[in-house]
């Protein structure tokens, strides 16, 4: 296992999201919970309106005023532990008028510890959790999903500088479970030691999302990092770090019963995901493209894989469904070891169409054999094998390049901003 020490060299940045917080007159939103204290004031949006905040410091208190809350309200929830097993239905703020959940001390955050899952909120619109903790949940540590009723998704949820840790630990859990949830943003966040059978970030029938600035990181190898999958289509995973994390750091498509499926299947598993700008450290298989129709990894720095820089799969076998193709992997650096280097780095599945992939100016190092490069399945246009990215103390967890390095205009911190 490959453990490195990750510094600020690094270029990790989160997407910023402004914190619209108005809403209705004070006078007539519901009276504050006991434990809680309720502060009106002006929205940051427009100086004429209202805003509601409320600050609470017990787990009834939380969940009354989670209960409670309407558009424009913010929760600030006081330093502490506060017993998981959390359920709130139907928590909906309004556009311009999130309902916000927040730590009252980022530098000290609320922990939400233990329960089936942490926190569940089932079809939320335009909420936002931020800077709180959540540990030691048995199922999932935050599971967000649209309330079984699939023609209408949960909508515009931000999770910004959340932890979740120690979930499970073993069988099918997820750090964050997403059913159903459209157009969200996942940023600033950490997630470790998930369940060993689960994913950090699990997605079922999720679209027009971004991950971003995130970390994963797990102790043993779990079985996927973030996956998309059960019609999943619009997703961005950007500029994230998967430091040991999965046996699939990002698994694009995968296995879903058919009555999972968000819509009702269109012949994918996942379609139009977009991973760039990450870095992955360890793991068997950075990304994986598992039945899905059209997706792309561009600008990433892989560095020792266990077996496998990619894999393309078809698990999904139903009448109706593609063959995994129109994969996508351009100027991506790859660093390996011969040892590590399973099937010339790709593994390719039966039922598969790999002859439709394309791939271009990637940079392939072994380190200990400069000669080994990659087997692809089709031609690679402007590849560059055998040539020393030249990071800057990759032992360190600085994986910038120096200067003059040929790897320039390759990997994570080659993205550039939008």
């Not at 997403?178 to 940023?187: E, H, P, R, T, V």
């Not at 059978?197 to 679209?207: E, L, P, Q, T, Y």
Request: with cysteine; hydrophobic share 35%; glycine share 14%.
């Amino acid at each position: 296992m490959t453990r490195v020490l990750l510094c600020a060299a690094i270029v990790v940045i989160a997407m910023g999201v402004g914190s619209c917080q108005a809403g209705g007159n004070a006078a007539d939103q519901p009276p504050a919970a006991d434990g809680a204290a309720d502060t009106p004031g002006q929205g940051a949006g427009d100086p004429g309106e209202n805003r509601r905040e409320v600050t609470v410091s017990d787990r009834d208190a939380l969940i009354a005023a989670m209960r409670s809350a309407t558009p424009g309200t913010t929760i600030f929830v006081a330093p502490g532990t506060y017993d998981g097993g959390m359920y709130i239905e139907g928590l909906r703020g309004a556009e311009g008028s999130p309902i916000i959940i927040a730590a009252a001390d980022p530098e000290d955050p609320p922990t939400i510890s233990g329960g089936t899952e942490a926190m569940h909120f089932s079809d939320p619109a335009w909420l936002e959790l931020r800077d709180l903790t959540l540990t030691g949940a048995t199922g999932n540590g935050l599971n967000i999903d649209d309330g079984g009723s699939y023609d209408t998704p949960a909508h515009h949820v931000t999770l910004r500088g959340l932890q979740v840790r120690e979930v499970g630990p073993e069988g099918n859990r997820d750090g964050i479970k997403l059913s159903g949830l459209d157009d969200f943003l996942i940023a600033g966040c950490t997630v470790e030691n998930w369940g060993d059978g689960g994913s950090a970030i699990d997605m079922v029938g999720c679209h027009r999302g971004t991950i971003q600035g995130c970390r994963f990181r797990h102790d043993a190898l779990a079985s996927t990092g973030v996956q998309c999958k059960g019609g999943t289509a619009g997703i961005t995973v950007r500029r994230n770090i998967f430091d040991e994390a999965a046996a699939r750091g990002v698994n694009i498509g995968g296995s879903t019963g058919l009555q999972y499926f968000r819509p009702p299947p269109e012949g994918y598993e996942a379609r139009d995901i977009l991973v760039e700008g990450n870095l992955f450290i360890g793991g068997q298989a950075p990304v994986a493209f598992v039945g899905c129709d059209g997706s792309t990894v561009r600008f990433n720095t892989i560095y020792l894989p266990g077996k496998w820089a990619l894999r393309i799969l078809q698990e999904t076998r139903e009448p109706g469904f593609v063959l995994c193709r129109n994969g996508v992997f351009t100027d991506n650096i790859v660093v390996f070891r011969s040892a590590q280097w399973s099937e010339g780095g790709v593994n390719i599945g039966p039922a598969t169409a790999p002859e439709t992939f394309s791939f271009a100016r990637n940079l392939w190092y072994c380190v200990d054999r400069p000669d080994l490069g990659p087997t692809l399945p089709t031609l690679e246009e402007d590849g560059l094998v055998g040539v020393n990215p030249m990071f800057v103390a990759p032992d360190e967890g600085d994986f910038s390049l120096q200067e003059g390095s040929p790897a320039e205009g390759r990997g994570h911190t080659a993205l550039l901003d939008e």
